[in-house]
């Protein structure tokens, strides 16, 4: 499975490591995942997920089933 967030669909980014001598050489920039299990009241049941950190502070935020109602993302399949 891709480094991808299940919530937001953040992923990896290109960028460039900048040496001493301002030499560029490309990388990637990958994003903050974390499996996590969370709490689905609704379905009273825990939902394992893995999400990018940022997902993790709006889902505290706005809760759960509506980050995954602006995604689109059916909990029943996790």
């Not at 299940?6 to 900048?18: M, R």
């Not at 990637?28 to 499996?35: A, G, H, P, R, W």
């Not at 999400?51 to 399949?77: C, P």
């Given at each position: 499975?891709?480094?991808?967030?299940?919530?937001?669909?953040?992923?990896?980014?290109?960028?460039?490591?900048?040496?001493?001598?301002?030499?560029h050489?490309?990388?990637?920039?990958?994003?903050?995942?974390?499996?996590?299990?969370?709490?689905?009241?609704?379905?009273?049941?825990?939902?394992?997920?893995?999400?990018?950190?940022?997902?993790?502070?709006?889902?505290?935020?706005?809760?759960l089933?509506?980050?995954?109602?602006?995604?689109?993302i059916?909990?029943?399949?996790?």
């Amino acid at each position: 499975m891709s480094r991808r967030c299940e919530l937001t669909g953040k992923k990896a980014n290109n960028a460039c490591a900048v040496s001493h001598s301002n030499r560029h050489t490309k990388r990637l920039q990958q994003v903050n995942l974390q499996d996590k299990r969370l709490w689905w009241a609704e379905g009273n049941r825990w939902v394992k997920i893995k999400i990018s950190t940022k997902a993790l502070k709006t889902i505290d935020k706005i809760g759960l089933v509506a980050m995954a109602k602006q995604a689109g993302i059916n909990l029943n399949d996790y």
